[in-house]
């Protein structure tokens, strides 16, 4: 297979994907991590996760819960919720371009 | 083990904050060089962003400074008593004419005449006891690190006298030691 091809283009940000998985409900850090694989098949490293989880919370886009046996939930906020939101509508809009102009819809 | 050594590379701000969640995510991961690396990447990013961010630590700092103050002064307080304490258990141990039955003789005297034996012996150490009592509450109600590490030092020291094998061969070991080096001290002094 050609290089060009082989390659997938960048993953997504973490950041972006954290907030995907957290609209389905809050979560801890194994089950972002399961839970991203699933719906974006990028499986993020631990200080990949928790280097974006610090930024998103230092920004008011996540909050911690409080934590069950080591293991702490977070979830959206709703700064999260509407930024979210307003990325993927924005994604959306490009995707739909993108495919209308490749033809492939 | 390796989680521990891993979560080192961060700044102590990040660890306060994630390592007891960040080291039960490591338990659940697979040891592998794309591991290391991505925790060593983010541990270098942790230290170069601001996040979480410092400053709410400052008050604790000063409180930790203030409680090893008064940890450092009460040890103080009662240093002097156990010195003189010390003092008359040795001089009664040996003739005063030697070594160091003298010398703790020459410093119990000096205690002697010095008239201070309530303020030294009583009011000391009631003063250390209060302040070192309060030190020890208040570090324990405020460190939820140490209660761990306490708690987690009794599950050890309950698990390994448990195994009354490794308590009776420790004990043989440290005791025979202890007379060997005793019956060479005195060979070799004559």
């Known amino acids: 297979m050609p290089r060009h091809l082989s390659e997938r283009g960048q993953p997504p940000e973490p950041g972006l994907l954290i907030l995907t998985s957290l609209a389905g409900g809050p979560k801890h850090g194994y089950a972002m991590i399961e839970d991203i694989d699933r719906i974006a098949r990028v499986r993020l490293g631990p200080g990949t996760l928790y280097g974006a989880l610090a930024r998103l919370e230092a920004r008011g886009l996540i909050e911690p819960l409080p934590d069950e046996e080591r293991r702490r939930p977070y979830q959206l906020t709703g700064l999260g919720r509407e930024v979210l939101a307003e990325q993927l509508a924005s994604f959306q809009r490009i995707a739909e371009a993108g495919m209308r102009r490749l033809a492939v819809v | 083990m390796r989680p521990r050594l891993l979560i080192r590379l961060y700044p102590s701000r990040w660890r306060r904050r994630y390592e007891d969640e960040f080291s039960a995510l490591l338990e659940h991961e697979a040891w592998s060089a ?21 400053p709410p630590e400052e008050p604790a ?32 141990m040996q003739p005063v004419q030697y070594q160091p039955a003298r010398a703790a003789d020459e410093i119990f005297n000096w205690f002697v005449s010095l008239n201070a034996g309530p303020a030294v012996l009583v009011v000391g150490p009631i003063f250390a006891l209060v302040v070192g009592t309060l030190v020890v ?32 061969g420790v004990f043989a070991v440290l005791g025979s030691a202890a007379v060997l080096a005793f019956v060479v001290d005195h060979a070799i002094a004559g």
Do not use: N
Not at chain 2, 61 to 90: H, I, K, Q
Not at chain 2, 156 to 164: A, D
């Open chain 2, 61 to 92: 700092m000063t409180s930790r400074r203030l409680d090893t103050a008064a940890a450092f002064a009460a040890t103080l307080l009662v240093l002097p008593a156990l010195v003189v304490l010390a003092s008359s258990a040795v001089r009664l």
């Open chain 2, 137 to 168: 509450w208040r570090r324990l109600t405020a460190d939820a690190d140490l209660r761990r590490d306490i708690g987690a030092f009794r599950a050890v020291s309950g698990r390994l006298l448990r195994r009354p094998a490794l308590v009776a």
């Open chain 2, 34 to 54: 794309r591991l290391v690396l991505d925790v060593a990447a983010g541990a270098l990013a942790a230290r170069l962003d601001p996040y979480p961010a410092s």
